[in-house]
């Protein structure tokens, strides 16, 4: 369960950037702002891309002590030097990437809003279990993660879950009693100052 500490956050990265000038932005919100996690979440499927923004992303948050997840990529975390995957299929992969990775490594499951697929991916040793989108969107068929899974999940599991999609001030305020994480990246990266953004998303935890 969540003890009296605040929620730690998960910094996502848009889902394209460059390298070589977003680094800079990276830097200044982990130089900001206490970051457990980078997870690069990239769209494209280029391997040259993949490759040289996880390079980028590693360069910075290593030299910050901050591990670095990428979304799926087994292959690339391993060769890369990352610290593990965030696999967006729930469970399906989960005991793949820990054969594949290894005990030490980083391995988490999104799983939506899905008790049942949540609970399967700790059994198959994902070390956290992501649910979402706690906020509200129009993207994908509308269903929210609910305030009482996460509720029911603090109380009856230990494997650490993390609350994440259209977070707003209000949420964390509210699901910060029911999480260890916040997962957070569009939700600043739209903004002049993302550093300043997250810092006013988070304020509620003080």
């Not at 949540?118 to 040793?125: K, L, N």
Request: hydrophobic share 45%; glycine share 10%; charged share 25%.
């Amino acid at each position: 369960m969540p003890s009296d500490d605040h929620p730690q956050i998960t910094l996502i990265t848009p889902p394209s950037f460059d390298p070589d000038n977003f680094s800079d932005r990276i830097a200044r919100v982990l130089d900001g702002i206490a970051i457990a996690c980078l997870r690069l979440s990239l769209g494209t499927k280029d391997e040259d891309t993949l490759m040289r923004a996880a390079d980028a992303a590693r360069e910075v948050a290593h030299a910050r002590d901050v591990a670095v997840v990428i979304d799926n990529h087994l292959i690339l975390a391993e060769r890369l030097g990352l610290d593990g995957v965030h696999l967006t299929d729930g469970a399906r992969s989960v005991r793949k990437a820990r054969k594949e990775l290894g005990a030490d490594a980083i391995v988490g499951a999104f799983c939506r809003a899905s008790k049942h697929e949540g609970m399967t991916a700790g059994e198959a040793g994902a070390d956290y279990i992501a649910f979402g989108p706690v906020g509200e969107t129009r993207l994908g068929d509308g269903s929210r993660a609910e305030f009482e899974l996460f509720e029911w999940w603090t109380e009856v599991i230990e494997v650490p879950v993390v609350a994440e999609g259209a977070l707003t001030a209000e949420l964390v305020a509210r699901f910060g009693p029911v999480t260890d994480f916040f997962a957070v990246g569009e939700e600043i990266w739209g903004a002049e100052d993302p550093l300043a953004a997250l810092k006013s998303l988070m304020a509620p935890l003080g």
